[in-house]
C-alpha cells in the first residue's frame, strides 16, 4: 500500500461527514421526513433568514464525537427545501464565541480539517450504497465529492471516496457577531434520482465539523460504529422524500482551447549526441453533457485532453506488486463508482487509467483520445454503465530515424449493470469490458459480483471474472479464472472478523483492468476487537489485531508468501491516531526480485524475517500537522529501513505549505549490496481567493536522478469556466551517468488552457 492513500484514509476518517435531515427529531424509527417546498421566493444570499425559511421545520443535530449521542456543545439550525428548478440547504450556524471560528483555505474541494466545515451527504437514489457530498466552510469555498461502497475501507487505498467529483452549484456564505451562515443552491439538473409515483425518496446526512473542539455534530445520530467512515455512510442516512420533483434534462456543451509549446531531448541517428526538438501545440475538443431521460445521462467527448492534470507522485517500489497509481482525469472520474469491479485490494477489472496512456508502469506517455461515449443512469432497479473510448496509435523514433509504431490504435469498451436483491444492502450485479486493436489484437472480460448482506453487519462477498485474448490457448477452465469469496462483520465495535479465499488463473489478464500480481491463490484472515471508551477516557476508539495471509503459486500449490500482522490502533479524543504492527513473513521467490536494474537483486530462495510497522497523525485540527509511516526491520536476507514524512502547514487561508519525504535504505550484508534511496516532494498553494489559486509541486527522486516540476495557475470564476496556465519540466540531476551525456532536462513544456460551458 502507498503513503499517500493511508494519509488520504485517515482524512478522509477526519474531514468529512456527512448530512442527513430529520425535522426536530432523534427518534430511531427512521420514518421518511417529508421535504418541504418552497411557496415563496427566497433570495440566494448566504443569510437562510426569509420567510420562506421560517416555514421550513429544522433538522435536530446530535454528537458524533468526541462522545457520541451528547447534545452539541453549539447550536447549529439546518433546513432544507427546493423548487422547480433547485435543491437549497439554509445554515445558520452559531457559536457562542465567534472568535472560535477557524477558517483554514481558499482552495477547491480543501481537504484538510483545520477550519471549520459544514455539509450534506445525498444518496440521491436511495440506494444505500453511493451518495454525493455538498460542503463549504466560513470563507465559502466549493467541496463536492461522491462516495461508493457504502463507505467501507476494506483497505486504506482503496478508497470509498471520489474527491475529484464535481458537478453544477452554488454555495454563500457569510461571517456575523453569531456565528457563521451557508446556503447551498444546488441544480436539480445536477442530481440524478428516481420518481415513483410522484415521489422521490433520497438518503440525507448532515454534518458539522468545530475544529476547535474536535467536535462533529451529525442529522441523524450515526453511532461510530463502523470507525472513522461512519458518518459518510449511505446506509445509515435518514430518508427524505420529496412530492412533485420534476428532472431537468440537462444539455451542457463545454469545447476547450489549447495552445502551448513543447520541447524535448532525443537520441541522435548515431546514438551519439542528443538533440532537442520544438513544437508549438494547438489543440481543440468538446465535451458534451445530455440528459437523455430522468435517469439517464450521456457524455460525449472528442480529442479529450488532461493537460491541466497533477503529476503522479513519486513512488519506489520494494516489493514484488505492481505499483498502483490513481486516477485523476475529470473524465473518467464522473460516476467513476458505476464502472467499480473490485477484485480486491486496487484490483479491479476496469481501470480507466489504461486508456490514454500507454501500459509503461513506472513512466506511462500520454495517448491521443479520438473521442468516447459514456452513458451512466438507472433503468428500473438496474444501475447500468456503458462506456466507448477511441484511441489513437502511439508512435516512437528509432535511433535510425524513423517512426516505429508503439501501440495500434485501440477500443475500450465496458458495461456494466447492478441491482439490489434479498434486502437494501445487498446488490447482484455483471460486467463485461473489451479492449480491441485496429491490428487484430483482442481482450475480451466478463465478470459476474455479488455482495449480501446476511444478518446485522456481516456481509458475503463473491466475485467471477474471466478474460479471453488473442495468442492465448487456455487449456483449462481455470486458466483465465478470477475468483474471491470473502466473509467479513463491517463493525468496528465489538467483535470483529473477515475470511477470504483468491484465485488468479495463469491467462488472467484484464485488458482495461489492474492486477498487483498474477498465478496465485490466496487465504486471507482477520480477528479484531473494538472498544469506544466511556466518556472521561482519554482515547476515542482502539482495537487490537490478528491479521494473516497465505498465497501459494497456481502451477504446483507451493508457498508463495505467508505474512502474520499482529498489531493496535487507536485514536484520541484530541485526534492523535496511528497504529503498530508487528509482521512475520515467509517469502519464496522462484526469479530473482529486481529492486535496481542491473544493480540490486533479490536471489530466488526461501526467506523468513520479522518487522515492524508504524503510522502516526498528529491532529489535523492544528495548523501545522504531520503524518509518518516506517517500516524497519529485517528484509528478506537482509535489512531494512523506510520512513516516509508529510508535513502539512496551513499558515493562512491564502497560503499552504506541504511536502513529502520518502526514505528507503536496504542492505544486503552476505551479498556486500545496499541501496539509499530519497524522495523529497514540496507543495505551495496560493489562493487570492476561491475563484484564483497558484499551485506548485517539486519533486526529487536519487533513484532516477531527476526532478519532475509542475505549475499551475487556475481561475474558476464559476463551474464549467476554467482558465488554467500550466508548466511541467522533467530535468536531469545526474548528467555523467549515461554516454553520451545526458541533457539538463529532457522534456519542458508550457500550456494555456480555456474551457467554457454553455447550459442550454
Not at 397 to 423: C, D, H, M, Y
Not at 621 to 646: V, W
Amino acid at each position: 500500500m502507498t503513503f499517500r492513500y493511508i494519509i488520504t484514509a485517515a482524512m478522509l476518517g477526519l474531514t468529512l461527514r456527512g448530512l442527513n435531515c430529520q425535522p426536530d427529531s432523534s427518534s430511531s424509527d427512521n420514518q421518511p421526513v417529508i421535504i418541504s417546498k418552497f411557496t415563496q421566493p427566497v433570495t440566494f444570499d448566504g443569510i437562510p433568514d426569509e420567510e420562506a425559511w421560517n416555514a421550513v421545520i429544522p433538522f435536530k443535530m446530535t454528537m458524533h464525537s468526541p462522545v457520541f449521542g451528547k447534545e452539541p456543545t453549539e447550536k447549529t439550525d439546518v433546513r432544507m427545501a427546493y423548487d422547480d428548478k433547485f435543491l437549497y440547504v439554509g445554515a445558520m450556524i452559531y457559536y457562542e464565541d465567534p472568535g472560535m471560528i477557524r477558517s483554514a483555505s481558499y482552495k477547491r474541494d480543501y481537504q484538510g480539517v483545520g477550519g471549520d466545515w459544514f455539509g450534506i451527504f445525498l444518496d440521491t437514489y436511495n440506494d444505500k450504497e453511493n451518495a454525493v457530498i455538498f460542503g463549504t466552510s466560513p470563507d465559502g469555498f466549493r467541496y463536492d465529492a461522491s462516495i461508493k461502497n457504502d463507505a467501507v475501507l476494506s483497505y486504506p487505498d482503496q478508497m470509498p471516496l471520489n474527491t475529484d467529483w464535481n458537478t453544477f452549484w452554488d454555495v454563500l456564505t457569510k461571517q456575523n457577531s453569531n456565528g457563521w451562515s451557508a446556503e447551498f443552491r444546488i441544480p436539480l439538473s445536477s442530481l440524478r434520482f428516481q420518481e415513483i409515483n410522484g415521489e422521490v425518496k433520497m438518503g440525507l446526512t448532515v454534518e458539522r465539523w468545530i475544529p476547535s473542539k474536535n467536535e462533529i455534530d451529525l442529522y441523524p445520530a450515526i453511532p461510530p460504529n463502523w470507525g472513522q467512515t461512519s458518518p459518510l455512510k449511505p446506509s445509515q442516512a435518514q430518508e427524505v422524500i420529496f412530492r412533485g420533483l420534476k428532472h431537468d434534462k440537462p444539455l451542457y456543451i463545454a469545447p476547450y482551447l489549447l495552445a502551448g509549446f513543447e520541447s524535448c531531448y532525443d537520441y541522435n541517428n548515431a546514438e551519439t549526441a542528443y538533440y532537442q526538438s520544438n513544437k508549438p501545440v494547438v489543440e481543440a475538443g468538446l465535451d458534451i453533457k445530455h440528459g437523455i431521460s430522468s435517469n439517464l445521462v450521456m457524455d460525449l467527448t472528442a480529442n479529450t485532453d488532461f493537460a491541466q492534470v497533477e503529476a503522479d507522485d513519486q513512488q519506489f517500489n520494494l516489493t514484488r506488486f505492481s505499483l498502483y497509481f490513481p486516477e485523476k482525469r475529470l473524465f473518467f472520474l464522473e460516476r467513476a463508482n458505476v464502472f467499480d469491479f473490485s477484485l480486491g485490494g486496487n484490483n479491479n477489472l476496469f481501470y480507466s487509467r489504461r486508456i490514454g496512456l500507454s501500459d509503461d508502469e513506472e513512466d506511462p506517455v500520454p495517448v491521443r483520445i479520438y473521442g468516447g461515449l459514456r452513458i451512466t443512469g438507472r433503468l428500473k432497479k438496474w444501475d447500468v454503465g456503458f462506456l466507448d473510448m477511441q484511441t489513437a496509435p502511439l508512435w516512437g523514433k528509432k535511433p535510425e530515424g524513423f517512426k516505429e509504431k508503439i501501440l495500434t490504435s485501440e477500443n475500450f469498451g465496458a458495461l456494466r449493470f447492478r441491482r439490489q436483491v434479498i434486502n437494501e444492502n445487498s446488490y447482484i450485479g455483471a460486467m463485461m469490458t473489451s479492449r480491441l486493436g485496429t491490428n487484430g489484437t483482442y481482450n475480451l472480460a466478463y465478470g459476474l459480483d455479488g455482495i449480501i448482506r446476511v444478518f446485522r453487519d456481516d456481509y458475503l462477498d463473491i466475485k467471477w471474472a474471466q478474460t479471453f485474448e488473442n495468442d492465448i490457448n487456455n487449456n483449462s477452465f481455470k486458466e483465465p479464472l478470477r475468483f474471491s469469496a470473502g466473509w467479513e462483520r463491517r463493525s468496528t465495535q465489538g467483535i470483529g472478523y473477515d475470511l477470504g479465499y483468491s484465485w488468479s488463473g495463469l491467462h488472467f489478464n484484464p485488458g482495461i483492468g489492474f492486477e498487483m500480481m498474477d498465478d496465485y491463490a490466496s487465504i486471507r484472515a482477520g480477528l479484531r476487537y473494538g472498544w469506544l471508551p466511556d466518556e472521561n477516557a482519554k482515547l476515542y476508539r482502539h482495537s487490537p489485531e490478528l491479521r494473516i495471509m497465505y498465497r501459494t503459486y497456481i502451477d504446483d500449490g507451493s508457498l508463495m508468501t505467508y505474512s502474520n500482522f499482529a498489531g493496535w490502533t487507536f485514536q484520541t479524543k484530541s485526534q492523535w491516531q496511528g497504529d503498530l504492527f508487528l509482521v512475520y513473513n515467509i517469502e519464496k521467490l522462484k526469479d530473482s526480485l529486481e529492486i535496481i536494474e542491473d544493480e540490486i537483486y533479490i536471489p530466488p530462495g526461501r526467506y523468513e524475517y520479522i518487522n515492524f510497522m508504524g503510522n502516526l497523525i498528529t491532529p489535523m485540527s492544528k495548523p501545522f500537522f504531520l503524518m509518518a509511516r516506517t517500516e524497519i526491520g529485517q528484509y528478506f536476507d537482509g535489512k531494512r529501513f523506510s520512513l516516509q514524512l508529510q508535513p502539512t502547514w496551513n499558515i493562512s487561508r491564502h497560503f499552504e505549505l506541504g511536502g513529502t519525504y520518502n526514505f528507503d535504505y536496504i542492505d544486503f550484508p552476505k551479498r556486500d549490496e545496499r541501496m539509499i534511496n530519497h524522495i523529497v516532494g514540496l507543495k505551495a498553494l496560493y489562493m487570492l481567493n476561491t475563484k484564483f489559486s497558484v499551485n506548485a509541486f517539486l519533486q526529487y527522486n536519487t533513484a532516477v536522478n531527476e526532478i519532475i516540476t509542475n505549475f499551475r495557475f487556475r481561475y474558476n470564476p464559476k463551474e464549467g469556466n476554467d482558465f488554467y496556465l500550466v508548466f511541467n519540466e522533467g530535468r536531469n540531476t545526474n548528467l555523467t551517468r549515461q554516454v553520451p551525456n545526458l541533457p539538463v532536462y529532457f522534456s519542458r513544456a508550457i500550456m494555456v488552457k480555456y474551457t467554457y460551458t454553455f447550459n442550454i
